[in-house]
Each structure stands twice: as structure tokens, then as C-alpha cells.
């Protein structure tokens, strides 16, 4: 069979079971996505935006109740539950589809079901990898447009026949009463039924890049991560890429973009949500961006916290869920001091300030990666691009310092699967819940945990030399509960502190958890921090620290004996340094 037959087989499975009234494959040109975009200003669907100040840019206000990832609701579906390990939802292949076939079965009647053939990397990149999902969803096609490269281009890059990722969507009837993401990966296969919101619609994300992809990555002997990747310029013009994992809305897009407080310093965006990495046959670990665009999270991006990422939704942006002006802006919480009087909340109501949120917390844009003025000139290198670090930050008002880097890899493996964060928007439910969340891949590693961790430990017998491995906290808070560390442009005095370790050049104090650069070893020239609340965002305690790790260790026995043995060596080696 040839590609182009083996996936008209499985669309045609597809329209059976859904009963669409018509099936257009999609080209990915730009043609068609402005054709989708006329359909849905007529239909109501799309909202267009003042066309002077934000050209071609629309508003889409999702159902009420599909805002945001469901996670109660993704499962894994493995055939043994082991598989799939307690870090997830589990259900077997076979009840899957018989509980989502029921909601599948007939939900495209009257609708046009869209095939979409995408790449998820570079063209001519060995790392890419093709899809072919299906959707009766015009808005989740028109985000695909941005979030992929659609078209011939997947075909291109199939390794034979059935070198694709399938995926089945359909809105259903919007309920999360029938609402199911589920992942097969033995299959290679993706089904999510009654939501249309980013995670859980735009396959290419979360489902196939993340949880498909970590299952082929460490069958393949590669990374798959929820990491952002950037490139460090220094004064000389020297550039070290990094990549950094963190929580969803918890800065990555911010951090991806950063324009540097330092003078003759600057960061090159490769990506802000998502790494490929893998090893080549020099022992470098490379990392690709397997997206086309950004998808990211709208309140508190300004001027000020993401310059680039302001003026980068200027134009040809598609934002779900934020409030618009009485001028037809989009307009939410952080972006303004205040809103202008008249504007409407993300539901279309009229909104009064001091009432709840005028956007969604969890309101988004979708925007082409080449439109952010600090996009690197390489960020669709076919090879990616050499990693020397990588880091692990999440979302903490205590006891984690700023930043602090591993003695070495398997440490540093320790130290990301012990990272905890509070929860934000992003996902269902309540925001603000301590949970671990290791290497901020909780939600998106489609496979036992215990076998990512094992994956990870086993990377450096292929690495020439390892990348260096830090953690950071940018929201450690004091007594008031404000925040210590100014953030934003000023985390590159943060990341020039690790280029320095990388150099061998900056200092830092050992400590039972890692290396803690001593305050004079951060570059605060012009920046305006007291003394003691440099201190304070540094510090360390033991006490403190012994009480984080608590938790830990029940933790890592939900995995039982497939946790890796040194998982459990270091946490009784850092206990042990730690002192009772
Ligand atoms: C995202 C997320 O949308 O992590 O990137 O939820
Ligand atoms: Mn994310």
C-alpha cells in the first residue's frame, strides 16, 4: 500500500464511524486557511479584530466549560496497565474505543469532516514526524495551520507506509460528560472526542509531540520534552542553546523570549513549549522544535514581561477566550493597567472592573514562531541546535532558590523528578496546589514514569558530554508574599550565570541539594535588589529541604520495583547530606 492509500484507509474508517456529510483534505496553503477564516467570521465562529491596529486577527470564544486541558479525563491506553504507570489515566485499548465509539458514532452528521496531513519539525529534518489527523472542527484546522506545517510536506517526510501518528477528533456535542482524550500508543493513535480546546484538540501538541512522541523517544533511543529551547548571546556573539523545561503557565513563553536587562546580551527563541532531542554522531545532544507557531497563554503578557511576544500578535494571531475593547482589541488582565470602560469579558458580557477576570486565566493567542522579532535565524535547522544546558524551573512561593545546578547528569535526573509546582489555569481544576510534577512532564509522558526516568539515567552512554543541569524558581516570595526576584528581562542574569558555569567561569557554593552561585557570582550591575532579598532568593535551608523530600519517597513507591534503584540512592544520599 502507499502512504497516500494507507491513510485514505484509515479516513475512510474514520468517516464511517463518524458519518460526516462531506471529507476535504486539506493543502495547509494559505489560500485555504483564509477561506477557513471567512467561513467562520460568517458563521460567528471567528470574530474579526480591529483590522487597523490588529490585522488579521480574530477572536474565538470557546464553549464555557472547554477552556482548558481536561486531564481527569486523557488517558493512556496500553494494553498492560503497568505501561501506562500510575503517573497516568489508564484504560484498556478495547474499552477506549468502545466508550468513546459510542461518542464518535455519528458525531460528524451535517458537519465537514477536515483531513489534515502535518509535519511536527523542520522539513528535511531525520527528527521530523507526520501525522494525519482528522477533525470536523474549522477552527482546530485553522490553529493546525499555525501550529504545523500541513500538507504534501507530511507525506514527504513518512518513512514508509504507515510512518504516521492517526488521529480521530471531533468536538462531539462540546460536553465534558462525554469527553475523552485517549493515546494508544502500541498503535500510533490518538483519539479525543467532545472538546475543542488547544490541548486537547490540536493533536499535534500535547497528544502526538509529548505523550506519542516520549513513547517513540525512548523506543527510539531520543528525548521528547515540554521544554522551550533558546539560544544565550553573549557580548562576544558566542551562542549557547538551552533548553528548559517548566510547568504549563509557568514562563516559558516568557522565557523563550526574553529580552535581556544585561547590556550586549540577547536571547534567540528556537521554541517555547516543546523539544526533540537526540544525540548525534558526534555525541551532541541536539534539540529541534517540532511546532510551527506559539500557543501561548495571553494575562499577564506586556510589554514589559514579553515585548516580543506583544508586538508578535500584532498581526495574523487567533486568540481564544480574552476580552474585547469597545475599539474590537483584544484585551486581557496584565496587558493594560485597566481596561477600557466598555469592554466585553471573554464570554461577551459586559464587563465591571473588580468582577471576575475579564479574559480567561487560561485565554491564549495562536501565532505563526517566524513573526517574533527575536526568532534565531536557525530555528528551523534541519539538524537542530547543540544543547550545553538544560533546566528544570517550576512555580514555587518557598524553599527552592532561584537557581542552583546539579553535581552531574544523574543528579540532575534526580532533581527534575523531584521538582513540585503549583498548579496554574492551564489544566481543570484548582490553581495554586503543590503537586510534584517531574521534569514537568506529569501530564504529557505517555508511558511508566519509572521507564522515563530509566531512559534518562541511560543517556550518557551516548553523550560525549553532558549537558550541565540546573534548577530554577523565578516565584519564591517573602513574608508578604511578594515576589522576591524581579523576573522577565532580568532572568538573564540567571542564564548568564549558567553560560559561566558551562565556561567554568562563575562561582558557587556547594550545597546538599546542588551548586548555589554565591550573590557576587550573579551579575546584578543596575539592578535595583536589596541585599537581603538577594540573600533571601538564594538561600538554602536544610530544615526546609527535609520537609520538600517528604513526600518523595511515597512518590517514587507508587512505582514500585520498576523505579530505578538510583532514583532511590540519591534521595537517601541527599536525606544524608541533608542531616536529621
Ligand atoms: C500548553 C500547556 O498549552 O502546557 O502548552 O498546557
Ligand atoms: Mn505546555
Not at 152 to 178: C, E, N, Y
Amino acid at each position: 500500500m502507499t502512504m497516500t492509500s494507507m491513510a485514505e484507509k484509515w479516513v475512510d474508517d474514520a468517516a464511517r464511524l463518524t458519518q460526516p456529510s462531506r471529507v476535504t483534505w486539506c493543502d495547509g496553503s494559505k489560500a485555504e486557511y483564509d477561506a477557513l477564516i471567512e467561513s467562520m467570521v460568517k458563521d460567528g465562529t471567528l470574530l474579526a479584530l480591529n483590522p487597523r491596529t490588529y490585522p488579521n486577527c480574530y477572536l474565538h470564544r470557546s464553549h464555557p466549560q472547554d477552556v482548558a486541558r481536561t486531564e481527569q479525563l486523557t488517558f493512556i491506553c496500553t494494553r498492560e496497565r503497568e505501561d501506562a504507570g500510575p503517573n497516568n489515566n489508564w484504560m484498556s485499548p478495547a474499552e477506549a474505543k468502545d466508550r468513546a465509539g459510542q461518542y464518535f458514532r455519528g458525531s460528524m452528521r451535517g458537519r465537514t469532516m477536515y483531513v489534515i496531513p502535518y509535519l511536527m519539525g523542520p522539513a528535511g529534518s531525520s527528527m521530523s514526524r507526520a501525522g494525519v489527523m482528522v477533525t470536523d472542527s474549522a477552527y482546530v484546522v485553522a490553529s493546525m495551520h499555525l501550529m504545523t506545517r500541513m500538507g504534501s510536506v507530511a507525506f514527504q517526510h513518512m518513512r514508509s507506509a504507515d510512518d504516521f501518528i492517526a488521529g480521530l477528533h471531533s468536538i462531539g456535542d462540546l460536553s465534558p460528560d462525554r469527553r475523552l482524550i485517549l493515546h494508544f500508543p502500541e498503535e500510533n493513535l490518538i483519539w479525543s472526542v467532545g472538546s475543542g480546546y488547544g490541548g486537547n484538540a490540536l493533536l499535534g501538541k500535547k497528544c502526538h509531540a509529548l505523550r506519542i512522541g516520549s513513547a517513540q523517544a525512548r523506543q527510539e533511543g531520543w528525548l521528547a520534552e515540554h521544554m522551550l529551547i533558546l539560544g544565550v548571546e553573549d557580548p562576544e556573539g558566542h551562542i549557547t542553546y538551552i533548553a528548559a523545561a517548566m510547568p504549563s503557565a509557568s514562563g516559558k513563553t516568557n522565557l523563550a523570549m526574553v529580552v535581556s536587562s544585561l547590556p550586549g546580551w540577547r536571547a534567540w527563541t528556537v521554541g517555547d513549549d516543546i523539544a526533540w532531542m537526540h544525540v548525534d554522531a558526534q555525541g551532541q545532544l541536539r534539540a529541534t522544535n517540532p511546532e510551527r507557531g506559539f500557543f501561548g497563554v495571553a494575562p499577564n503578557t506586556s510589554p514589559k514581561t514579553n515585548p516580543n511576544a506583544t508586538a508578535m500578535v500584532r498581526s495574523n494571531t487567533i486568540f481564544t477566550n480574552v476580552a474585547l475593547t469597545p475599539s474590537s482589541e483584544p484585551w486581557w488582565e496584565g496587558l493594560t493597567a485597566q481596561a477600557p470602560p466598555g469592554t466585553l469579558d471573554w464570554q461577551g458580557r459586559a464587563w465591571q472592573p473588580g468582577g471576575a477576570p475579564a479574559a480567561h486565566p487560561n485565554s491564549r493567542f495562536t501565532v505563526l514562531a517566524d513573526q517574533c522579532p527575536s526568532i534565531a535565524p536557525n530555528w528551523e535547522d534541519p539538524e537542530g541546535v547543540p544543547i550545553s544546558a538544560l533546566v528544570f524551573g517550576s512555580r514555587r512561593s518557598a524553599v527552592i532558590p532561584l537557581v542552583f545546578e546539579a553535581f552531574d547528569w544523574t543528579h540532575g535526573v534526580f532533581l527534575g523528578s523531584s521538582m513540585s509546582t503549583e498548579t496554574t489555569a492551564a489544566i481543570t481544576g484548582k490553581v495554586g496546589v503543590v503537586r510534584r510534577d517531574p521534569m514537568a512532564m506529569l501530564p504529557f509522558c505517555g508511558y511508566n514514569m519509572a521507564d522515563y526516568f530509566a531512559h534518562w539515567l541511560g543517556m550518557p552512554t551516548r553523550l560525549g558530554k553532558p549537558p550541565r543541569i540546573f534548577r530554577v524558581n523565578w516565584f519564591r516570595r517573602d513574608a508578604d508574599g511578594k515576589f522576591l526576584w524581579p523576573g522577565y528581562g532580568e532572568n538573564m542574569r540567571v542564564l548568564k550565570w549558567m553560560v559561566e558555569r558551562i565556561r567554568g567561569t562563575a562561582h558557587a557554593v556547594e550545597s546538599p541539594v546542588g551548586w548555589i552561585p554565591t550573590p557576587s557570582a550573579l551579575d546584578t550591575s543596575g539592578l535595583e535588589l536589596a541585599p537581603d532579598r538577594l540573600r533571601d532568593v538564594l538561600r538554602f535551608d536544610a530544615g526546609e529541604w527535609r520537609e520538600e523530600l517528604q513526600d518523595l519517597r511515597p512518590f517514587y513507591g507508587q512505582f514500585g520495583g520498576r523505579l530505578p534503584a538510583v532514583m532511590d540512592e540519591q534521595l537517601a544520599q541527599t536525606l544524608a547530606r541533608l542531616g536529621r
